[in-house]
């Protein structure tokens, strides 16, 4: 039998979530499909010890519901996976979700029927369901990367992944440990399950630079400003470039945003902490490398950060990253160990931005051993362990912190199929091409929600998630007004984006040669190296869908 339905989202995340709420108010009947048992999605599956959220949880919350932001307490400035997970059901139960989800469901395909002008969806559990318009909420880091090890599946004993990990409470009291990768999921796991294991190994490819994050409390006070200030606050956020106003009622003052997506985002992560030397106008390269060290011995290595310069300047980026390696080099004890945890074959700026707590001190600990498998490379995963080219490791759990297939890697996996037959996985064969990160020409009435070719990662997700979703809902209503039947992006409109996207993206450090991140596909062996989200800022972005939208959606055809 088959459900007809207005609306299908796919995913019931943060996006997924926020559509059911907000297509439903439109007067549209709405029904998401779920993989996991219940609501969440990023949240719902990494669930790994320390996992928590890098930006400050008063930003990373709804807008769109001022009884919400009135009610809901933050326990922590930056909030850990279980109160994330909290609030995400607390809203599910608030605004009654759940009765348009159907969980445990993995969609399996979705074709489009020209005829009829719809879409038509199958999933794992054998249900059909209908509707002239899809949403794909699939999330950005969806999708866990497991690579290709040899002898991956002789291992006996316990095999989990950051990005799946089970609800139940694992007891790694008695175990050897070992874990793969240090970005940020192994970066937050690893000083956890150093004091949860019996002894941890820890098997690192890339070092990373990673900074303190922010430990404070939620203080009553701080929670209450947000809240008499939060129209104000939602409103700075959509004027900055990463999505985040930087109030600070703490100090009493407002800071105002910063003019990249990246050093937007890295100033909401020391928010709390001292900040650098007059971040705006002080490069590194005006401070003697003495100077530079003394202000990480006084302040930290998150000081490092706030030198604009060194995401542009390939000089001042050395400058920042020779200063971090001789910060790590006062931090860790073992100068062999301090001299493998640091990164050397790219620069800050390149990757996302880690968080850690306690990360360099942890391998000041007796039970935690560090193995560079770029100096002695893993040959196999064996039944007893992993053995790398200087012996075995012997394991009682290995835990993957591998990373995501980002961005196309859950909507790739679905097996969309568009207007004449036209597959996505065809489509995309040299890297995603979308108009705004919304659209694609050849698949109507089709939309992602933080797509690439849009801000997402680069952006606070839940402002980009709103701003899609609302952009989608008034599409769709635009759509059903005029008595269309369907919206298609147009291919050139589709050129001339994917062109913008590139061209604001050179020139970074995340597109330096020398960068090999998730946000270029470079983690999945075979995968176009395609630099994906929107580094153009926010507020650009927004007003660049706005004036589609107003324009009768230029850009776009109708039928
Ligand atoms: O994944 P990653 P992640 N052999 O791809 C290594 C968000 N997030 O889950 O760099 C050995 O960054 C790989 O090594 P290399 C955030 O946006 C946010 O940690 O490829 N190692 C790397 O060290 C983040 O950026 C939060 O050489 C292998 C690691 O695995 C994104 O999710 C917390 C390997 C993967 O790092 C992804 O982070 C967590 C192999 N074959 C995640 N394959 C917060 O909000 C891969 N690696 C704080």
């Known amino acids: ?21 907000r297509f439903r108010n439109q007067g549209l009947d709405v029904l998401a499909l779920e993989a996991g048992s219940d609501v969440g999605g990023t949240w719902y599956w990494n669930r790994y010890p320390g996992a928590r959220c890098d930006v400050p949880s008063l930003e990373y919350s709804y807008g769109f519901s001022e009884a919400l932001e009135q009610q809901w307490d933050w326990p922590e400035v930056f909030s850990a996976q279980p109160e994330i997970l909290a609030y995400a059901n607390h809203v599910a139960d608030r605004f009654d979700l759940r009765r348009d989800i159907r969980f445990n469901t993995r969609v399996t395909s979705l074709d489009y029927l020209e005829d009829e002008s719809l879409w038509r969806m199958h999933t794992d559990t054998g249900e059909r369901h209908e509707a002239p318009f899809c949403v794909m909420a699939t999330g950005c880091l969806s999708v866990p990367n497991m690579p290709d090890l040899p002898g991956a599946d002789t291992f006996t004993g316990r095999v989990l992944h950051t990005g799946r990990w089970p609800k139940q409470p694992v007891d790694l009291s008695a175990s050897r440990v070992g874990i793969i990768g240090t970005g940020s999921s192994g970066v937050q796991a690893i000083p956890e399950l150093a004091r949860q294991s019996e002894h941890l190994t820890v098997f690192q490819r890339s070092p990373v630079y990673t900074v303190p994050a922010n430990r404070k409390r939620m203080r009553a006070e701080v929670q209450q400003e947000f809240r008499d200030n939060y129209r104000k606050i939602r409103d700075m956020q959509q004027h900055s470039p990463g999505g985040f106003s930087g109030f600070r009622p703490f100090r009493g003052e407002q800071s105002k945003a910063g003019n990249d997506p990246e050093t937007a985002t890295l100033s909401a992560v020391p928010a709390a902490e001292p900040v650098g030397p007059g971040a705006e106008s002080v490069g590194i390269l005006d401070l003697t490398p003495e100077q530079r060290r003394a202000l990480v011995a006084q302040q930290g290595l998150g000081v490092l950060l706030s030198f604009r310069d060194a995401y542009v300047d390939p000089e001042a980026n050395e400058a920042a990253n020779e200063t971090f390696r001789d910060g790590i080099r006062m931090l860790v004890e073992d100068p062999q160990t301090a001299e493998r945890l640091c990164p050397r074959d790219y620069g800050i700026g390149c990757k996302r931005q880690v968080l850690d707590r306690d990360y360099y001190d942890t391998f000041n600990r007796d039970d935690v051993t560090l193995v560079d498998v770029r100096e002695t490379p893993i040959e196999t995963i064996t039944p007893r362990g992993i053995r790398t080219s200087s012996g075995e490791h012997e394991l009682d759990v290995l835990i993957y912190a591998t990373g995501f297939d980002a961005m196309t890697g859950a909507l790739l996996k679905t097996n969309i199929t568009g207007a004449g037959g036209r597959r996505l996985t065809d489509k995309w064969e040299h890297g995603p091409v979308t108009f705004l990160g919304l659209a694609l020409s050849g698949f109507p009435n089709l939309f992602t929600v933080t797509g690439p070719g849009s801000p997402s990662v680069l952006c606070n997700m839940i402002v980009a998630i709103e701003q899609h979703v609302n952009w989608i809902g008034d599409c769709i209503d635009y759509v059903r007004g005029h008595g269309y039947q369907a919206i298609e992006a147009l291919p050139e409109a589709e050129d001339e984006w994917v062109a913008h996207v590139n061209e604001v993206a050179e020139g970074t450090m995340y597109t330096a040669p020398s960068c090999n991140s998730w ?23 927004r007003e660049r869908c706005e004036q589609v939208a107003a324009n009768d959606y230029e850009g776009f055809s109708f039928r």
């Open 1 to 21: 039998m088959t459900e007809r339905h207005d609306v299908l989202i796919v995913g019931a995340g943060f996006a997924g979530m926020y559509a059911i709420y």
């Open 519 to 541: 946000y270029l596909g470079a983690n999945i062996p075979g995968k176009p190296r395609i630099f994906m989200p929107y580094v153009g800022g926010y507020p650009r972005y």
